[in-house]
């Protein structure tokens, strides 16, 4: 048994990941500011061996006992809360990767940073390898998680290349699952929640951007391998199966048996127009792949979403 920090543990993410560390016999000391986090991801999780600290990990992060490994998983991760909250994104990925990693230091604990597609940007490889260095706008709205992301990956290898820390770095791609907010901006829940509810469904563009889209379980099993795995690189965890924006609309609207019709918005500013992950690193280093195909894992994501438009939320 381990005993593991998770930040940014009562968000989406965060939450699925404590809950598989819980049942493979770890300890989990969960840290959450609750800023886009929600206690009700986690509340289940309460009678197990389970420790939640609220707190801001901008500022300085003191856990008490021994600590095994840090998952930093804590940041804004939608458009509509890094476009919200700019300041702070960029705070938690700088100031808060620092504090992260000097508790990692402090406790000889091995670390893994959650980092993101978005430092690809709007990428001109493409499918995209961990080599790749991107394609990224650092003034544009956007620049703000983008940047805080790369800025939290060059830290982390320093701190690996400096103070010999032992670290891992996540590159995740979009992931979708139970749990995710109904309103935070995302293709998924803004789809879902529009067509549960008969609305229009909002495509921005014509809809033939692409995405890769992967279930939140196949994220959770990699991020557990690569936690065990012998490498200090990036590695991308995504589904390489590539969809068009249009063409995911159109399977939830199918499968929620909803009358909505689409309808077009201009694209924001810097939004990527294709998004694949190339997984070879995965495959060959943690002998991972996705196993969810798209239309079992929105099946099983729809219940979830139909619960809260019922409930009105």
């Known amino acids: 048994m381990s005993r593991i920090v998770v930040t940014g543990a009562a968000g989406f993410i965060g939450s699925h990941l404590c809950e598989a560390l819980l049942d493979r016999g770890d300890a989990v000391v969960a840290i959450d500011n609750l800023r886009t986090g929600a206690m009700a991801n986690i509340a289940h999780?309460?009678?197990?061996?389970?420790?939640?600290?609220?707190?801001?990990?901008?500022?300085?992060?003191?856990?008490?006992?021994?600590?095994d490994?840090?998952?930093?998983?804590?940041?804004?991760?939608?458009?509509v809360d890094y476009l919200e909250l700019?300041?702070?994104t960029l705070k938690v990925g700088s100031l808060g990767t620092h504090n992260a990693l000097g508790?990692?230091?402090?406790?000889?604990?091995?670390?893994?940073l959650a980092s993101t597609s978005e430092v690809y940007g709007d990428p001109l490889v493409h499918p995209q390898d961990e080599s790749y260095w991107g394609n990224v706008n650092p003034i544009g709205p956007r620049g703000v998680y983008d940047e805080a992301k790369r800025f939290a990956e060059a830290i982390t290898l320093a701190y690996h290349r400096y103070h010999g820390l032992d670290t891992r770095i996540v590159r995740i791609f979009n992931t979708y699952g139970p749990r995710m907010r109904l309103?935070?901006?995302?293709?998924?829940?803004?789809?879902?929640?529009?067509?549960?509810?008969?609305?229009?469904?909002?495509?921005?563009?014509?809809?033939?951007?692409?995405?890769?889209?992967?279930?939140?379980?196949?994220?959770?099993?990699?991020?557990?391998?690569?936690?065990?795995?012998q490498t200090n690189d990036p590695v991308n965890i995504g589904n390489p199966h590539e969809v068009s924006i249009r063409e995911i609309a159109e399977i939830i609207v199918r499968l929620v048996n909803s009358k909505s019709k689409l309808v077009v918005r201009p694209l924001p500013v810097d939004d990527p127009k294709q998004r694949q992950p190339d997984i070879t690193r995965a495959r060959t280093l943690l002998g991972w792949e996705p196993k969810i195909g798209l239309e079992e894992g929105l099946t099983k994501t729809v219940g979830y979403f139909r619960e809260k438009v019922e409930a009105g939320l």
């Open 103 to 112: 508790l990692a230091k402090a406790k000889g604990a091995k670390f893994l």
């Open 183 to 229: 309103h935070d901006g995302r293709a998924v829940p803004a789809f879902m929640s529009q067509a549960l509810r008969d609305e229009d469904v909002t495509i921005f563009g014509d809809g033939s951007q692409t995405r890769s889209f992967q279930y939140i379980s196949d994220l959770v099993a990699g991020i557990l391998r690569l936690m065990a795995a």
């Open 69 to 79: 490994f840090i998952l930093h998983f804590a940041s804004p991760a939608s458009p």
């Open 45 to 67: 999780l309460r009678d197990r061996d389970f420790e939640f600290i609220r707190h801001d990990v901008t500022r300085y992060i003191d856990v008490e006992g021994p600590v």
């Open 86 to 88: 700019p300041i702070q």
